[in-house]
């Protein structure tokens, strides 16, 4: 057992270190950036709509740690008993 983990630790070291890497001054390639571009380019030159949307967005993190009960989000993810 011991000899498959060091044979496979090996092949993954050298896959990743022979793997070209995508140059810094390349754009961003994942499809959630293409799927939002549009999104963003709307929230930049609307200020009022992106500060709503954050707001709506701490909202949705917060609620459930008002929710429960629970002192700090951290609590919260620690009680298993809430899920």
Sequence with gaps: M???????LLFFVAVEYTLLMVPSSS???????IL???LNRVLSHSPLLN????ALNTICW???????????GFQLFLDTSQV
């Excluded at 011991?2 to 496979?8: A, I, L, M, T």
């Excluded at 500060?51 to 954050?54: D, I, K």
């Excluded at 917060?62 to 700090?72: F, K, R």
């Design 62 to 72: 917060l609620w459930p740690t008002i929710d429960s009960g629970a002192v700090n």
């Design 36 to 38: 939002t571009h549009w």
């Design 2 to 8: 011991p000899c498959c983990f060091v044979v496979s």
């Design 51 to 54: 500060t709503l949307f954050a």
């Design 27 to 33: 754009p961003p390639f994942e499809l959630g950036f």
